[in-house]
């Protein structure tokens, strides 16, 4: 027999949705595994990625919490390179954004750049296209673009030896072209490199233990002893400076995945989203499958008939077992191409959902034979029952039609109609509850205005002029307020334990953020001031030295009455001039953290403007960018919407929810594509008894309940099974935010309440068909 | 009772009408015990769907104790025959995952009967046809004469006026025939109009009429 045929049968309605069901099964699957390939590709990709490791820093925090960080003090690399055994090579890299590249009247804002050792290129082997990677970094005078940027300049690649302006201050020789970096490296989307040299002319570069700013890569020898290097390497800072900061060596190849550390211990990170993720992919394979038997089972076994006639002309039973799994291997094989073509036509839209580049490796060999293994796999998993049970059978009895094992108390498909259902609503749960907990921290108050206020970072000309634009802003009316500060309001930039004011307990360690601001900083923010008043440097100049801080700050230092107090950053002392409520300046899913605001004495490259609430945003967009066009006139003008910021923040919780939602849709659709095909084999197998109950005077609503009440057990049951499954998982996903929901019970109402809902319109549609139907038509004397 | 005029019944084919029951016209009155017979195909189980109402003729007339039916309400028809019209398979029909108990039990349930009532009817017809001992098998544990009486049983749970047989005996051996035909005879001496039919000259003898059909008419 072959597909076409079975597919022109009589039940090419059950094929269909068979063939369906598991293509999007394995579509989805196929999807899930693709992205998973890729987060295991990521910071895999280079040549020595088995010698390479970036050095982590320890330090005990607030609370006497371990806390851990990848940044290190820029001294550290040429004292490591010396003293710590088995390191090959080693280079440090300082990111940078908002460069000036010109080429004579070309000019490009480069966001995405770094400051880097001379051992850089060769470290990680980044591929160039013109250039030697040991010399390309080592003068102050040079620079690596990757082709892109390259192109963008000067119009061609072929630009080895040609100057280009940095800012206005450097003229530098192009060194190296670089190809595009991969995708699955942590350096992709950087478009240029510039040597470490530079940095140190420029001013930038410092040599304090206490200020971990620069990350830190190192190729450890093919031989190196690991453990060795790690115990010397441990207490490294402490032997050259009072930071009591230690350090760790840790594989890159590990980085990205396992990048959550809980109290100095390594626990999870990305890695448990690519499990959870894979378990999903599992599940929705899983489900297709038991549909893709289920229903070829159930159709299989109205074919008892004609494998009863085939044995009684002499198929031996060798031949008929061949017969159901040829067929069923026709089957997957469809539904496979199937498949591929519905991951080709939905991967853009998927990668849009998750954010990164997904692609179909159809170059990879290894792709292409799990893919042909797994056809064969569900098709022979989904083709043995009817293969080796119905062949099993007395041809004598099948004929005589007494071929009833339906409705036995235990049934496989029973079983299996539970365990999808069960998945189902895990999936379900899942969804609602990651939904809640977005919408819990989105209602959260964030503690300042998000409208009309827009940030800018500090380039070229700004820093001198700034007097003039503030002035230029307020006084054509443009912006209610201008504050200069350290970071971006929803940023974090800066934060230690160093901090100190009368009556800390010595052996407290206190962890606070820190901030800076010039002036206007409440105003501006549009926090809430709880007591004192704003910075105002114009009338106070002392406000250079003053402070604002959180409510959370003045808990944590103690102070009953705040005002007037002060502290000590270092050798500075800066008094508390006010208090405000607190904001969100971290994650919405966190706590807040004490937070103290200096005032101007602090580094500050940020600018926040209130516009004027009487101009539309366009208007005050518009005038100014007239502004900095007269002051900062070499630049493009770039700002940035903070309430976009702010959103920013969601984004990855928002795009697992999109995720969940997205596959939980699928698994409940499978499940009601064989739900569906289900109730119609049980309707017709059962169409006997339900002409003879109607003839008895059965009502097509009780006919139809009875069909359906069957299923409404299993789904019953399925929801009983699946709530203490869902609460484990969703309780354990929740700890990962301090600021969460509870699980209450309404959720897995909806839940079940749902899965209930969809089953049954999917079941009755089969039931109200089947009650309508004459008796007469069944009952008929054969 | 039972009045049929000028009934036709056909299925199209294309342009052409096959004809299943052609010119129809029959009385039936109480009490009686009609037999019909024919070759296959020539209408007669067609009929007595017709005239149990569960497939319905293209054109005519149908009175059922005065009142005419096919002019009917759906529901009111379905009222009125469920309370007076009980029906019997050549095939049994019983339903398999149910007891024998429970078999009978069906139709009451049907009528909304409480569940007292149901059991004092049930034991009764479990007396009647000495199936007592049988109450609690299920159909495929019983012979296909005793698979029939209890299909009568049930047929009879409502207390019909009538009682539509197709073949009652066509799947049983002479001597669990003849038992089912003594029972018709039995019912029908109670006052059960019987409408019954038949293959066999012989049991069709146990009928006080014969309606001979061919080719969708009665001859």
């Known amino acids: 027999m072959t597909a076409s045929r079975i597919l022109n049968r009589k039940n090419k309605g059950f094929t269909f949705l068979n063939i369906i069901g598991l293509a999007i099964g394995m579509g989805a699957a196929m999807l899930i595994l693709l992205w998973i390939n890729f987060q295991w590709s990521i910071d895999r990709v280079y040549p020595k990625t088995h010698r390479l490791y970036v050095v982590g820093q320890q330090d005990v925090s607030t609370n006497n919490e371990i806390a851990v960080w990848f940044s290190t003090p820029?001294?550290?690399?040429?004292?490591?390179?010396?003293?710590?055994?088995?390191?090959?090579?080693?280079?440090?890299?300082?990111?940078?954004?908002?460069?000036?590249?010109?080429?004579?009247?070309?000019?490009?804002?480069?966001?995405?750049?770094?400051?880097?050792?001379?051992?850089?290129?060769?470290?990680?082997?980044?591929?160039?296209?013109?250039?030697?990677?040991?010399?390309?970094?080592?003068?102050?005078?040079?620079?690596?673009?990757?082709?892109?940027?390259?192109?963008?300049?000067?119009?061609?690649?072929?630009?080895?030896?040609?100057?280009?302006?940095?800012?206005?201050?450097?003229?530098?020789?192009?060194?190296?072209?670089?190809?595009?970096?991969?995708?699955?490296?942590?350096?992709?989307?950087?478009?240029?490199?510039?040597?470490?040299?530079?940095?140190?002319?420029?001013?930038?570069?410092?040599?304090?233990?206490?200020?971990?700013?620069?990350?830190?890569?190192?190729?450890?020898?093919?031989?190196?002893?690991?453990?060795?290097?790690?115990?010397?390497?441990?207490?490294?800072?402490?032997?050259?400076?009072?930071?009591?900061?230690?350090?760790?060596?840790?594989?890159?190849?590990?980085?990205?995945?396992?990048?959550?550390?809980?109290?100095?211990?390594?626990?999870?990170?990305?890695?448990?989203?690519?499990?959870?993720?894979?378990?999903?992919?599992?599940?929705?394979?899983?489900?297709?499958?038991?549909?893709?038997?289920?229903?070829?089972?159930?159709?299989?076994?109205?074919?008892?008939?004609?494998?009863?006639?085939?044995?009684?002309?002499?198929?031996?039973?060798?031949?008929?077992?061949?017969?159901?799994?040829?067929?069923?291997?026709?089957?997957?094989?469809?539904?496979?191409?199937?498949?591929?073509?519905?991951?080709?036509?939905?991967?853009?839209?998927?990668?849009?959902?998750?954010?990164?580049?997904?692609?179909?490796?159809?170059?990879?060999?290894?792709?292409?034979?799990?893919?042909?293994?797994?056809?064969?796999?569900?098709?022979?998993?989904?083709?043995?029952?009817?293969?080796?049970?119905?062949?099993?059978?007395?041809?004598?009895?099948?004929?005589?039609?007494?071929?009833?094992?339906?409705?036995?108390?235990?049934?496989?498909?029973?079983?299996?109609?539970?365990?999808?259902?069960?998945?189902?609503?895990?999936?379900?749960?899942?969804?609602?509850?990651?939904?809640?907990?977005?919408?819990?921290?989105?209602?959260?108050?964030?503690?300042?205005?998000?409208?009309?206020?827009?940030?800018?970072?500090?380039?070229?000309?700004?820093?001198?002029?700034?007097?003039?634009?503030?002035?230029?802003?307020?006084?054509?009316?443009?912006?209610?307020?201008?504050?200069?500060?350290?970071?971006?309001?929803?940023?974090?930039?800066?934060?230690?334990?160093?901090?100190?004011?009368?009556?800390?307990?010595?052996?407290?360690?206190?962890?606070?953020?820190?901030?800076?601001?010039?002036?206007?900083?409440?105003?501006?923010?549009?926090?809430?001031?709880?007591?004192?008043?704003?910075?105002?440097?114009?009338?106070?100049?002392?406000?250079?030295?003053?402070?604002?801080?959180?409510?959370?700050?003045?808990?944590?230092?103690?102070?009953k009455d705040p005002l007037g107090k002060t502290f000590n950053d270092g050798n500075d002392q800066y008094h508390i001039i006010g208090v405000i409520k607190d904001f969100i300046q971290e994650s919405p899913f966190e706590p807040i953290k004490p937070l103290v605001i200096e005032g101007a004495n602090g580094f500050m490259n940020t600018y926040h403007i209130r516009f004027n609430p009487k101009l539309s945003t366009e208007e005050a967009l518009a005038k100014t960018e007239q502004v900095f066009k007269e002051y900062n006139s070499a630049y493009p003008f770039q700002y940035q919407f903070v309430d976009e910021a702010y959103a920013f923040k969601f984004m990855e919780t928002q795009r697992t929810g999109t995720l969940a939602s997205l596959f939980a849709g699928l698994t409940i659709f499978i499940s009601c594509l064989g739900l569906f095909g289900l109730a119609a084999f049980m309707a017709e197998s059962r169409i006997k008894e339900i002409g003879i109950r109607k003839v008895l005077g059965a009502s097509v609503f009780s006919v139809t309940r009875m069909l359906s009440k069957e299923f409404l057990l299993l789904v019953s049951l399925a929801c009983l099974i699946a709530f203490p499954i869902a609460y484990w998982i969703m309780d354990q996903y929740l700890a990962h935010f301090s600021y969460r929901i509870t699980l209450s019970w309404d959720i897995f109402l909806l839940a079940g309440a749902g899965a209930i809902l969809i089953s049954m319109l999917t079941v009755s549609f089969q039931s109200i068909k089947a009650a309508l139907a004459n008796p007469v038509d069944s009952l008929r004397n054969e | 009772m039972i009045k049929l005029e000028q009934l036709f019944k056909w299925y199209s084919q294309g342009n052409n009408r096959s004809f299943v029951l052609k010119d129809i016209n029959l009385s039936i009155e109480a009490g009686d015990f009609v037999s019909i017979m024919g070759p296959s195909g020539s209408g007669k189980s067609t009929l007595l769907n017709v005239i149990g109402m569960l497939d319905e003729p293209n054109e005519g007339k149908y009175y059922f104790m005065g009142e005419d039916v096919l002019a009917m309400k759906t529901k009111k028809r379905n009222q009125l025959f469920q309370a007076h019209m009980g029906y019997v398979f050549q095939s049994y029909h019983l339903i398999d995952e149910l007891t024998v108990y429970e078999n009978i039990e069906t139709p009451l349930i049907y009528k909304n009967l409480s569940s007292a009532d149901r059991k004092a009817i049930v034991s009764d017809l479990l007396d009647r046809f000495h199936i007592v001992g049988k109450k609690d098998l299920f159909p495929a544990q019983l012979s296909g004469?005793?698979?029939?009486?209890?299909?009568?049983?049930?047929?009879?749970?409502?207390?019909?006026?009538?009682?539509?047989?197709?073949?009652?005996?066509?799947?049983?051996?002479?001597?669990?025939?003849?038992?089912?035909?003594?029972?018709?005879?039995?019912?029908?001496?109670?006052?059960?109009?019987?409408?019954?039919?038949?293959?066999?000259?012989?049991?069709?003898?146990?009928?006080?009429?014969?309606?001979?059909?061919?080719?969708?008419?009665?001859?």
């Open chain 1, 74 to 559: 820029k001294p550290m690399a040429a004292v490591m390179k010396a003293e710590i055994a088995g390191v090959e090579n080693l280079s440090r890299l300082s990111g940078i954004n908002g460069l000036l590249f010109s080429v004579g009247e070309t000019k490009i804002l480069s966001k995405v750049g770094s400051f880097v050792d001379s051992s850089f290129l060769q470290l990680f082997d980044l591929p160039l296209l013109a250039g030697n990677p040991s010399t390309a970094l080592r003068d102050p005078s040079q620079v690596v673009l990757t082709e892109k940027l390259a192109i963008s300049l000067f119009g061609t690649s072929d630009v080895l030896g040609k100057t280009v302006q940095l800012d206005s201050t450097q003229q530098l020789l192009v060194s190296g072209v670089l190809k595009e970096v991969p995708k699955s490296s942590r350096f992709t989307g950087y478009e240029y490199f510039l040597p470490w040299t530079l940095m140190e002319k420029m001013g930038y570069s410092d040599e304090h233990w206490g200020n971990s700013s620069v990350n830190l890569f190192v190729e450890m020898k093919e031989q190196a002893n690991i453990a060795a290097a790690q115990a010397q390497l441990k207490n490294l800072i402490k032997r050259h400076s009072e930071v009591s900061t230690q350090s760790f060596l840790k594989p890159i190849k590990e980085s990205y995945l396992y990048n959550t550390y809980k109290n100095g211990q390594q626990v999870g990170g990305r890695i448990s989203m690519v499990k959870t993720f894979s378990y999903i992919a599992g599940f929705i394979l899983l489900i297709a499958c038991i549909n893709f038997m289920n229903l070829s089972t159930a159709q299989s076994e109205k074919r008892a008939k004609e494998v009863g006639i085939r044995k009684v002309v002499g198929a031996p039973r060798f031949r008929l077992i061949g017969l159901f799994l040829r067929e069923s291997l026709q089957l997957t094989a469809i539904a496979g191409l199937l498949a591929l073509l519905l991951v080709m036509l939905f991967l853009p839209v998927f990668v849009g959902i998750v954010g990164q580049e997904v692609n179909i490796p159809y170059l990879d060999i290894r792709f292409w034979l799990l893919f042909v293994g797994f056809i064969v796999f569900t098709g022979l998993l989904a083709g043995s029952y009817p293969a080796f049970f119905l062949s099993s059978f007395n041809p004598i009895r099948v004929l005589k039609g007494r071929f009833q094992q339906l409705h036995s108390k235990f049934n496989p498909r029973k079983f299996l109609v539970v365990t999808q259902f069960c998945i189902a609503i895990v999936l379900i749960i899942s969804t609602v509850a990651i939904r809640k907990q977005i919408q819990h921290a989105q209602d959260r108050d964030f503690g300042f205005t998000q409208d009309n206020l827009v940030y800018m970072m500090e380039v070229g000309d700004m820093k001198k002029n700034y007097p003039l634009i503030k002035h230029a802003l307020l006084e054509r009316g443009i912006a209610q307020s201008v504050t200069r500060m350290m970071s971006p309001l929803t940023e974090r930039w800066s934060g230690w334990n160093g901090f100190t004011w009368a009556g800390k307990d010595p052996n407290e360690v206190i962890q606070i953020n820190r901030q800076s601001a010039d002036d206007q900083v409440v105003a501006t923010a549009g926090f809430t001031l709880l007591q004192g008043r704003d910075l105002d440097l114009a009338k106070f100049p002392t406000d250079s030295m003053a402070a604002i801080i959180n409510e959370t700050a003045a808990k944590a230092m103690g102070f």
């Open chain 2, 145 to 219: 004469g005793q698979q029939q009486i209890v299909g009568i049983a049930r047929a009879l749970a409502g207390s019909p006026k009538v009682l539509l047989a197709d073949e009652p005996t066509g799947n049983l051996n002479s001597k669990q025939g003849e038992e089912i035909m003594e029972l018709f005879t039995q019912l029908n001496k109670d006052g059960v109009t019987i409408i019954q039919v038949t293959h066999s000259e012989k049991n069709a003898a146990y009928g006080h009429r014969i309606l001979e059909m061919l080719d969708g008419q009665i001859k």
